[in-house]
């Protein structure tokens, strides 16, 4: 599911941050790159520091509607479209690395930054109403910061505490046009601008690249997919400690949710949903947490 900086010219401060990780794959645009908004340059002050994931705190993941939280949860996430949950630590879901489901726009009006193989968009096959980002040039990221960059801001100017950024993992699902140094190079630009605005940052899945989203580009939390179910959770918990959410799909468990819960490698921020995520009281509706 599947999304300020304080130098008027952001580019000073990222070619420095992520020269070393990958040099050769960052760049300030000229004045001809597929810029298409100067927020992806200029950003206005920060506006508080990011503040810190309410360790422990029970979790919903609300990305299928927006309903009230239930006893016990400190933590919800909604998409940027949604307003935060009140008196929680809310999460701002952003697609940061394909379009949303339905974003025609992109086709229309920024091509040259989705994905093309064999003259078509290149589509994720597990979801096939988005289309990967082109993230493979120092003008492309740039661009799609022009488009996701201000949809961090929304988030910031909501009241969001945080945001999480999806598909990081795209180059896995792009024909082998895109490499994990271009997609952590436009991570990088997500985590400042996230910071900038006093905003945590969420890596979302992809286990095998905790350490570079934590330690390289300073993301602050994990949210995992499963991670039980596929026993990944100690690749997150390694690098993040406390600092990770998990949900686990009632329709795919490694044996009972109370099994769950009892395994010590299971984050404490662990909930059970129904895989559409559909809002409390619809057909389907799932929610149970640790």
Known sequence: MSS????????????AAL????????????????????????????????SAFPVGAG??????????????????????????????WSICYVNGFQTQPGADEWLGERPHLVLHVDGGPLADPNWPDEYILDTSSPANRLAIMGVMGPIIDTCADAGFE?????????????????????????????????????????QKNAAELSSDAREQLGFDFAVAEECHRYTECAAYTDVYGGAVIDIEYADDLRGTFADVCADAETPASTVLRDR???????????FEHC
Do not use: K, M, W
Request: with cysteine; proline share 9%; glycine share 10%.
């Open 4 to 15: 300020v900086r304080r130098l008027p010219h952001r580019c000073a401060v990222t070619v």
């Open 19 to 50: 020269a070393v990780l990958a040099p050769g794959l960052v760049g300030c645009g000229t004045p001809s790159d597929p810029v298409d908004d100067l927020s992806a340059i200029h950003t206005p002050d920060v506006t508080a520091e990011p």
């Open 59 to 88: 979790v919903d993941y609300q990305l299928g509607g927006a309903y009230p939280p239930g006893e016990g949860v400190g933590i919800v996430a909604r998409d940027s479209t949604e307003q935060p949950a009140e008196d929680v």
């Open 162 to 202: 945080a945001v999480e950024i999806d598909n990081l993992d795209s180059f896995t699902r792009s024909a082998d046009r895109l490499t994990i140094e271009s997609n952590l190079a436009l991570a990088a630009l997500y985590a400042e601008r996230a910071h900038d605005r006093g905003l945590a940052i969420g």
């Open 276 to 286: 559409d995520l559909v809002p409390a009281g619809e057909p389907g509706y799932v």
